[in-house]
């Protein structure tokens, strides 16, 4: 099985907490894939209270597999995660005969896969809505 992972510029992406990130990931199997499952981590672990996981999976049609070379798996990033750089942890690859294969960081697979996660922009971070003017009446005073 061979395998990689790409994002355009993967140390500029910015996430916002509670969005998803959606990872592109190249991978042949010889038996077929059935399932993609990816986990994500923060390197940083300085707060105990935000959530320092996501995960996301695609299960896979028999005739997808066939057709593509590539598959977009959605991660979505939870609300309360945890804000600064995070990065792949695990990549696991089901085939159609149910046998797993995982990837891990330091394999070196995706370990330039870098991403940031930041807040959602706050109240008063909202950037002003004007929608025009005009005249309510035609009567004159």
Not at 59 to 83: G, K, M, R, T
Not at 113 to 138: Q, T, Y
Request: charged share 20%.
């Amino acid at each position: 099985m061979s395998v990689s992972v790409g994002i355009n510029g993967a140390a500029d992406v910015r996430v916002i907490a509670g969005e998803e990130l959606v990872l592109r990931v190249a991978a042949y199997d010889p038996n077929g894939i059935s399932k993609i499952f990816v986990q994500c981590y923060q390197f940083s672990t300085a707060s105990s209270a935000k959530l320092k996981l996501a995960v996301g999976e695609t299960s896979l049609a028999p005739e997808q597999v066939v057709s593509q070379a590539s598959f977009d798996v959605i991660i979505p990033i939870p609300e309360n995660a945890a804000l600064g750089k995070w990065g792949v942890q695990l990549i696991e690859f089901t085939n159609k005969r149910g046998y797993k294969s995982s990837f891990y960081r330091g394999h070196g697979k995706f370990d330039n896969v870098v991403f940031e996660v930041v807040p959602p922009p706050a109240k008063e971070d909202e950037l002003l809505r004007f929608d025009g003017v005009e005249i309510a009446g035609r009567g004159r005073c």
